[in-house]
């Protein structure tokens, strides 16, 4: 059951859902952007968006196999 770490870094769409969604409930509840926001920009969601899209969210994924083996992305 060893760890490897996909070179990729591309996330599936559920992964990248869950990512902005727990990313826009922090900010929603007060947390600070990760980013300068630009103007006019006050939507959690869109701000969590615009955080991922510029790579700025400290989240890694592990991906869990049925063979057991584990893949962090």
Avoid: C, H, W
Avoid at 28 to 40: H, K, R
Avoid at 52 to 70: H, L
């Amino acid at each position: 059951m060893g760890k490897d770490r996909n070179e990729s870094g591309k996330y599936t769409r559920f992964e990248k859902a869950r990512i902005i969604g727990a990313r826009a409930l922090q900010l929603a509840m007060g947390a600070p952007p990760l980013l300068e926001i630009p103007e006019g920009m006050s939507d959690p969601i869109e701000i969590a968006l615009y955080e991922f899209e510029n790579g700025a969210i400290p989240i890694t994924v592990v991906r869990k196999y049925p063979s057991g083996r584990k893949e962090l992305v």
